[in-house]
């Protein structure tokens, strides 16, 4: 699960001064079409003070790098990270030598070598399954109809829940991050919560709801961790005594709730962004359609052009300088990851699609740094399935009647995705 905005810090009385550009930014720009906004930022301001995020906005390429690597400097351990208030402290929430020990436990087994050896059955069946279910209609919805279910399967499989209801997991994650975002202030837009929150105040109660929520999926995963004694699980493993780096069952829960809420809403929007660029660029399509091979090349420029999360947030330790603007201890620094992917100084032509790229896989859609995504291959093996699988649709196509372009302000993908095809004729 990305870090996406929290509690904004109050900056100094009467803001800073100085971009001119930050100043008149709203949150409906950075929603609907950010890209020309971000583009002008990273020529003239490329570290602005945005007063619509009381934060920095970064958007240049090697700043974001600056920004993401030096977790010493910018850090996501802060009161104002409202996901830890409602799952507990997690990898995504600490830094240094906590977040290793919170991370370590569960690196080996999202590693490319065990996502495949794991997963990539169950993930290419799955995908098959769903779209084999469509394929009787002619038309369909495809981020309920495949990107939805594929991942909300593929994140509980990895974490031992394939027995789960995916409609139960999908109730338990609409509670929860429902839970932070009123934590935060605000609710995130229909469709699209948001994971870690959005701005306001922090002295707010965990809802209901939201507590509950979390304490059915703690029993859930306690059950699962409990009944594997032998620890071949990732979660049975990720608790067993005695190896120093091991967890406590209660942090193995908070670990497993970001990786299945982060795996849900990102790995969706990636699986519908990259079928959107396919289907939106009949030349690039064609391509794909004649060399399947190209699949994961279209998945990496799917997430250069358009990461499913936009942006990650930071907070500086101390005051600092970057890209010319005086950062001050305490200020959020937001790294627009749609800034960085669209970098001139790094890849031509930079808003155009380009399924042969050689270097779309210097984006930054998945971080990086300490905070590199953990789930970045089971993504990218998910989103290459939902692909593969959706192509063999013949006639494939985007529904003229039903506009899909992204939206979002952290989540960024299409409020729908309609489509249609030949259905079979049954005649």
Not at 12 to 35: K, S
Not at 120 to 135: H, K, Q, T
Not at 138 to 157: H, I, N, Q, T
Request: net charge neutral; hydrophobic share 45%; glycine share 12%.
């Amino acid at each position: 699960m990305p870090g996406v905005p929290e509690q904004r810090p109050a900056g100094p009385a009467g803001g800073y001064r100085g971009f001119p550009l930050g100043e008149g930014v709203t949150l409906a720009d950075l929603e609907a079409d950010p890209h020309p906004l971000l583009a002008r930022l990273r020529q003239h301001e490329p570290v602005s003070w945005l007063p619509a995020l009381n934060g920095w906005l970064v958007t240049r390429r090697d700043l974001a790098l600056r920004v993401l690597r030096d977790s010493a400097a910018f850090t996501v351990d802060d009161p104002r990270f409202s996901t830890a208030r409602v799952v507990g402290p997690s990898m995504l929430s600490l830094d240094g030598a906590e977040h290793g020990r919170h991370r370590g436990p569960f690196t080996r087994g999202f590693s490319h070598a065990e996502v495949r050896s794991r997963l990539a059955s169950y993930v290419e069946a799955e995908a098959a399954r769903l779209v084999a279910a469509l394929r009787p209609l002619g038309a369909a919805d495809l981020r309920p109809g495949l990107a939805g279910p594929l991942a909300v399967g593929a994140v509980a499989e990895a974490l031992g829940l394939g027995q789960a209801d995916p409609a139960t997991i999908l109730r338990w994650y609409g509670a929860i991050v429902a839970a932070v975002s009123a934590l935060a202030g605000a609710p995130g837009p229909a469709g699209a919560p948001h994971p870690a929150g959005v701005p306001g105040p922090t002295g707010r109660e965990v809802s209901a709801a939201g507590a509950e929520a979390f304490r059915m999926l703690d029993a859930s995963l306690r059950a699962v961790i409990a009944a594997d004694r032998g620890h071949a699980s990732l979660l049975a493993s990720a608790a067993a005594a005695g190896n120093g780096t091991s967890l406590s069952t209660g942090e193995v829960v908070s670990n497993a709730a970001v990786l299945m809420f982060g795996g849900i809403e990102t790995t969706e929007g990636m699986i519908a962004n990259a079928i959107l660029h396919l289907l939106g660029h009949p030349g690039q399509l064609a391509q794909v359609t004649a060399d399947p091979g190209l699949v994961p090349a279209a998945v990496e420029e799917s997430l250069r052009l358009e990461p499913a999360a936009a942006v990650v947030d930071r907070y500086a330790t101390r005051d600092l300088r970057i890209g010319g603007a005086s950062v001050r201890r305490g200020d959020l620094v937001t790294v627009s990851l749609a800034g960085a992917g669209r970098d001139p100084a790094v890849f031509a032509d930079p808003d155009a699609f380009d399924v042969r790229r050689p270097n779309s896989r210097l984006h930054l859609a998945f971080a990086h740094g300490p905070h590199f995504c953990l789930g970045a291959h089971l993504a990218r093996l998910e989103a290459q399935a939902g692909v593969r699988a959706v192509l063999r649709l013949p006639g494939l196509r985007l529904d003229p009647d039903h506009p899909s372009a992204p939206r979002g302000l952290v989540f960024r993908k299409p409020p729908a995705l309609r489509v249609r095809w030949q259905a079979p004729d049954h005649a």
